[in-house]
């Protein structure tokens, strides 16, 4: 299955549902260990800076 790379702009919408359902689930499991290691990798006085750093890209990818 090709996925979203195939898909344009007349692609039914029911082709897409399997794609998106699979890259959300994927985000969901990689996204909280992504952000756990960024936060975990700096001192505490710089968690905040570090968490806002790592969460647009993570609300970009979805």
Known sequence: ???LTVA??????????VPLVAA?????FT?????TA????????QAGPSAGVITP???WAV
Do not use: D, I, N, W
């Open 1 to 3: 299955m090709p996925g």
């Open 38 to 45: 960024v936060t975990e990798g700096v001192p505490t006085e």
């Open 31 to 35: 996204m909280p260990a992504a952000t």
């Open 8 to 17: 344009g702009a007349h692609t039914p919408y029911p082709l897409l549902v």
């Open 57 to 59: 890209p993570a609300r």
């Open 24 to 28: 959300g689930f994927g985000m969901s």
